[in-house]
């Protein structure tokens, strides 16, 4: 174990976080996401939110500044009454590591899931809401 890093971040996702370069991206998926099918490199974080994923990653993990939008979202299939209510959650989360956040990308289903195919990873959460599925967009790390 070490000091200051969240639990919830095993080894295995502390690795790739690490591995990953600049314009790299990863996709935090809900239970329902096809995330084995889709993935390259599949890791597990079973028993975990998406949204307790994502504060404990923001902490380290620097988002793209180069690009319009450094997190995207899965849209909502046109017709489902859903409205997802954890989207604000994840505004929240990202409001208190992100300055300046110029918001979200909302991505088609199926392009979302061929995104996903070329990410560098997939975490796989027990999350139980609906489109509830984020893509995170490395940035650098300036000094």
């Excluded at 009454?81 to 990308?105: A, L, Q, S």
Aim: glycine share 6%; aromatic share 10%.
């Amino acid at each position: 174990m070490l000091m200051g890093i969240p639990p919830i971040l095993g080894p295995e996702l502390m690795k790739v976080l690490l591995e990953m370069g600049h314009g790299d991206e990863i996709v935090l998926a809900d239970g329902n996401f096809p995330a084995a099918s889709c993935s390259m490199r599949l890791i597990r974080c079973d028993g975990h939110g998406v949204t307790e994923l994502l504060d404990a990653i923001l902490k380290f993990f620097p988002l793209d500044n180069y690009s319009e939008h450094a997190i995207s979202l899965m849209k909502v299939v046109e017709g489902d009454p859903v409205k997802p209510d954890i989207w604000d959650t994840f505004r929240k989360t990202i409001d208190k590591h992100v300055k300046d956040f110029n918001g979200f990308e909302f991505v088609d289903r199926f392009d979302f899931y061929d995104r996903s195919k070329n990410a560098y990873a997939i975490v796989a959460t027990s999350e139980s809401a609906l489109y509830a599925n984020i893509i995170l967009k490395k940035g650098v790390v300036a000094q």
